[in-house]
């Protein structure tokens, strides 16, 4: 196994708080560094690590993780590695091609360094927001540079493993274009339909749903901070969004030619959900393998506080494992509904198990 | 009160046999009919009401709803009006001002008609999937003609009340516009981003985090259903999405000038991040009202039969209201991390009513 004793964290931020939480509760020593002195006390009450400057080793560290903002990070690293900071380095940035080109131009390492980026994000930002499990079960790229040695692989990636992500090796250029597809895609997406609702009446959001909350949620994120992730994917987003652009022309075409009467242009509306569809299913399930199909179960319940205890403990009774759950609230009324999801094979035992217990369960839906 | 004892609901799809059954829970006298023998059968296996045909009643019911395909709701509507079924009738379709067009075009009778428009989709069709609670808190727009008489708006509007609706009055044409905003183009967005990711490398999805999923959930609905909705309200929808390319355009003209150097073209990228933020925040909360800033508190529990159910027990002994609930899992380890919704002024009892009896609670984030 590899030696993971004693890892430097520099900037601690959301990422590079919550990996040092994470490595604390492994029993990794941690040494911090922010230049924001009000940051690095915060992480340090959290218990996140010593500061750096108060640490009494003189030797380098196993790894050091440099967590600043992208726009920052070469400079960083180049200044670690000439300090002599740790035996390896790696570092957060969400963009890898740019960063690395940047490091390169510094007269950086490219031996010790081995880019990272753990896809644990969230929409709030600052050390207060970190959490020791912002990385369980998610993947986390490293994109080591032709120059990387094997032993700086090892190192990052048992780093990641120990946070709890999912390491997945990756050339930095394909992690570009995957995350302008699988992150930044999504993000500004989200944002231009966001930004139509600026112009609706009041009314016209009464009428919102589930929907447009789910498509919206993204836009809620920093416009500072990811600006700069944009702008740093530039060149494989702009391509992608021609993409999509094209996509949005055509299927404006066509509902105008099928408002003026030519209904086979609605095949072309329909190719586009088609592929829509197609394109989500390869989505993989939040699992990691293939996505599970789990069979929900709505159940009322009353919107009053141990109501949700009484059903955990029917189901319990049950000896059935609730996979997920989610609650609908009732505006006015006294009653709220649960969707418990279960392994299919689980949901007879459950639903039975529910009724017979006094539960108003709902018939399961059985087509998709 | 208005009188709602007796009503007739044709078309025993998913949102027809919603009514029915929330209807007859509500002790309403309900006649199902549908021109398809083996959906009519379920409907009324389910408990949705007895058929039409079987019915002894001879005089026409309260009020009839049109719950069928919206190519075929204006042939329907006459017929049943022409039959006399009903006193008072409205439909389910999800456009308006082309359904009132081409009814006024059949000649029906547009005093007792009021079109309405319940927003309780779910990405599952069919009678199986239907359920009383589908309407519970969700908005129902009620539309009426300018022809409607206030006895037919009164009916209809207490119809969406009995079956849990929020009935929300608006003109046709303001409705289509609603849903092209809060409805279609969030279908669409989700669509044109999902087709994105047939290109995609498999390695690219296994970066997908929660963010794609959110974004990509609506493209999972049928296309050929979607197809109808979209090409029905064809103009208003066209002229958002040339919105939204317009939009999209600057933002890949900006990223290209940003590539080549431009660092002010960078304030473009940040103003349509800007306007989306401001955007989301103009839709209103779960509940209807402005949206409650309920605080999440992260709890680690044992991935295993009844412990979320111990977890809720804990929660209930600090008589504290979970709003919301969801559960993240961590692939390959023994435990999961609940994120608990709560009223901000609930959270530290909450919180320190969890750590007292030994749960691992993590410090919840104090800024936005």
Same mark, same amino acid.
């Given at each position: ?193 966001? &930004?139509?609702? *600026?112009?609706?009446? /009041?009314?016209?959001? %009464?009428? !919102?749903?589930?929907? =447009? +909350? @789910? ?36 299927? &404006?075409?066509? *509902?105008?030619?099928? /408002?003026?009467?030519? %209904?086979? !242009?609605?095949?072309? =509306? +329909? @190719? ?36 949700? &205890? ?17 609650? @609908? ?40």
């Amino acid at each position: 196994m590899t030696r993971l004793d004693r890892v430097v964290v520099i900037g601690t931020g959301l990422i590079g708080t919550s990996i040092a939480l994470a490595l604390r509760h492994e029993g990794v020593e941690v040494c911090l560094h922010d230049r924001d002195d009000a940051s690095l006390r915060l992480a340090v009450a959290l218990g996140a690590g010593i500061p750096l400057a108060s640490s009494e080793h003189t030797g380098p560290a196993d790894v050091a993780i440099i967590a600043v903002p992208p726009a920052v990070a070469p400079a960083t690293l180049k200044s670690a590695q000439d300090e002599g900071v740790a035996e390896v380095y790696t570092d957060t940035a969400s963009v890898k091609t740019h960063l690395v080109r940047r490091a390169a131009a510094l007269g950086c390492d490219m031996t010790t360094f081995v880019p990272g980026h753990p896809m644990g994000g969230r929409e709030r930002t600052g050390p207060a927001a970190a959490q020791a499990d912002l990385f369980l079960g998610r993947p986390w790229a490293l994109c080591p540079t032709p120059d990387s040695t094997p032993h700086s692989l090892a190192v990052v990636d048992e780093l990641a493993r120990r946070c709890g992500g999912r390491p997945i090796v990756m050339d930095a250029h394909d992690h570009d274009q995957a995350v302008a597809l699988v992150s930044h895609l999504p993000h500004a997406i989200s944002a231009a339909m966001s &930004a139509r609702l *600026l112009g609706a009446g /009041s009314h016209s959001l %009464d009428l !919102s749903g589930q929907g =447009v +909350r @789910d498509v919206s949620r993204l836009a809620g994120g920093s416009p500072a901070m990811w600006t700069e992730i944009l702008v740093q994917n530039a060149e494989p987003l702009a391509s992608v969004f021609d993409a999509v652009i094209d996509d949005l022309h055509t299927l &404006a075409q066509a *509902l105008r030619k099928v /408002s003026a009467g030519d %209904d086979p !242009s609605a095949d072309v =509306v +329909r @190719d586009l959900l088609e592929r829509g569809r197609a394109g989500r299913e390869l989505i993989p399930g939040k699992h990691g393998g293939p996505a599970t199909d789990y069979v929900v179960l709505p159940v009322v319940i009353p919107d009053e506080p141990g109501a949700l &205890a009484r059903l955990f403990s029917a189901a319990q009774e049950s000896n059935v494992n609730i996979e997920d759950v989610s609650l @609908d609230h009732s505006p006015g009324l006294p009653v709220a509904v649960a969707h418990l999801s279960v392994h299919p094979d689980s949901l007879a035992s459950l639903s039975e198990g529910l009724a017979k217990r006094g539960w108003m369960v709902h018939t399961p839906p059985s087509d998709r």
